[in-house]
């Protein structure tokens, strides 16, 4: 969980414990627990109907606490490239990964 209000592994996905995303991502984490409820009453298992927006949620609250850092996974790590831009985006990944630490509960 995050100290912002959101939290990767412990969201709406595995139905455990309520997250309140921040403001930006309120609205995807409305559909996703729409979804959730429709899938509930449908034979497919909310994982595979909601699969999308439980990514968008993510990715929601991922760039919500680690902007920067997004951006440079996203821009680093985009294609395949020189020995360089590989190293770029593994220090880009290290560093959205040490944000997103930083950014959660102890």
Do not use: F, W, Y
Not at 12 to 29: D, F, I, K, R
Not at 59 to 71: A, D, I, M, R
Not at 80 to 103: M, N, P, W, Y
């Amino acid at each position: 969980m995050s100290r912002s209000g959101g939290g990767g592994r412990h969201g709406s996905e595995g139905g455990s414990a309520a997250v309140h995303a921040p403001g930006p991502c309120a609205a995807s984490q409305r559909a996703l627990a729409e979804c959730h409820r429709a899938a509930a009453r449908g034979p497919l298992k909310p994982e595979v109907l909601c699969r999308h927006l439980n990514r968008a949620l993510a990715e929601c609250l991922v760039t919500s606490c680690c902007p920067g850092e997004t951006e440079a996974v996203r821009t680093l790590c985009g294609s395949a490239g020189t020995a360089l831009k590989r190293s770029q985006c593994q220090r880009a990944r290290i560093d959205l990964s040490l944000c997103l630490e930083a950014h959660q509960d102890p």
